[in-house]
């Protein structure tokens, strides 16, 4: 019993000495909970109160985050723990800063309809990406929604909406490169200039056998390809548990996601990427990439491991220098990659942070990320009520923000 004690002593103050460095790594950077919403609405405001919240807002989460060149707001509330919200992909106004957040469906409220035709309506929107060099924004829809083992024919693709009249540019169907079972179409990265998607498939809902893979679109030819089909740079990691608040996510039942957040570097020469059930960030040359002659194995050997992050991961986001910037659910907060340095390191955490989500960057170069404990809210350990989606601020210039 002692030898046990003492293990266990060892134990607690190794985990004492580990909070404490990661809390020093993190002492350099402001971190700010910048907005916290009661849930979401979709109802008009009046006479300047707060809109009358969702009635089930606990089920519409807010996942996914990106600004204009205005420094407007566009969220998605992806549809994965019920199929009732109005909208998966909707603007946000983030002048208020009480009540439920305040959202209007993007382009509108029959463009999100679940019961419409599934080629044309947004049905399940998790990643997005706000082109302000083209004044557009490229949908990535599921496809599937809450309820549905199969996504219907039509539903996955990518949506090319116009910002300000919201009709769309372009339809990119995605079934011939996509399971619809098996593939989780999770995030999407654009280079404005080429016109060229890359976009995420984590494939949890093969695991654990994860259907894993990278989409490559072009908008000029509107047709898709899919490379690193299963490979292992992209997959889950063996033995790898996905840690928040120091506990195991969905013990029992383990949350298996692979490829996960990806990014391009400013001259979209560079594609990044991180695994959730894993621990390292990895990037390959976009070049050999849109070489629709190259083979898988030819792409492999271009991908370069960028070593381990620190903790389990979500989103990610570069900014105009080239740092890469992401969200650490093990250690709520933001981990800085420098390609120059190859540095990685832990810039910023709070334990107010819960589940840090998709990180995007405002106009005045601040970094703002959403927290929303989605990992409670997929698990439904969460009451009706007692939601709270926040927005966090990091002003990477390291200068304290005001309140708005």
Do not use: C
């Not at 382009?107 to 019961?115: F, H, L, M, R, T």
Request: charged share 20%.
């Amino acid at each position: 019993m002692r030898h046990r004690s003492f293990q266990l002593a060892a134990l607690a103050l190794a985990a004492l000495l580990h909070h404490q460095q990661a809390a020093n790594a993190a002492d350099g950077l402001p971190l700010e909970r910048w907005r916290s919403y009661a849930g979401v609405s979709w109802e008009p405001s009046k006479d300047g109160k707060d809109p009358a919240p969702f009635a089930a807002s606990v089920s519409a989460p807010i996942a996914g985050l990106h600004f204009d060149a205005r420094g407007t707001a566009y969220v998605s509330t992806p549809r994965l723990v019920s199929a009732s919200a109005p909208a998966t992909l909707s603007r946000l106004d983030t002048r208020a800063e009480t009540g439920p957040a305040r959202l209007t469906a993007f382009p509108s409220i029959s463009g999100n309809a679940v019961a419409a035709a599934p080629q044309d309506s947004l049905r399940n929107v998790l990643g997005f990406h706000v082109d302000r060099r083209n004044g557009w924004l490229w949908a990535l829809d599921m496809g599937f929604v809450a309820g549905e083992t199969e996504a219907p024919a039509g539903a996955q693709k990518v949506l090319v909406l116009d910002l300000k009249s919201g009709r769309t540019v372009k339809r990119i169907a995605l079934d011939g490169v996509a399971d619809r079972k098996g593939s989780f179409l999770n995030d999407i990265a654009v280079d404005e200039r080429r016109r060229i998607a890359y976009i995420s498939d984590s494939g949890m809902r093969s695991a654990p056998a994860n259907m894993v893979g990278l989409i490559i679109v072009d908008f000029a030819s509107g047709e898709a390809r899919r490379v690193l089909d299963r490979h292992p740079g992209l997959q889950i990691e063996a033995d790898v548990k996905v840690i928040s608040h120091g506990t195991e996510v969905w013990p029992g039942n383990p949350l298996l996601l692979g490829i996960n957040g990806i990014a391009l570097s400013p001259d979209a020469r560079t594609l990044y990427w991180t695994v959730t059930t894993g621990t390292r960030a990895r990037s390959v040359p976009t070049s050999v990439l849109r070489n629709a002659a190259s083979s898988d194995e030819q792409i492999a050997s271009a991908i370069r491991d960028l070593g381990a992050v620190g903790g389990n991961t979500d989103g990610i986001v570069t900014d105009t220098k080239g740092k890469l910037y992401i969200t650490d659910v093990t250690r709520n907060g933001i981990v800085k990659y420098d390609p120059r340095t190859r540095a990685m390191s832990l810039i910023a955490s709070d334990d107010g942070v819960q589940w840090p989500d998709t990180p995007a960057i405002l106009p005045n170069g601040d970094l703002v990320f959403t927290s929303s404990a989605l990992n409670n809210h997929f698990a439904g350990s969460v009451k009706s009520g007692e939601e709270r989606y926040e927005l966090w601020r990091l002003p990477l210039d390291g200068r304290k923000t005001k309140a708005n």
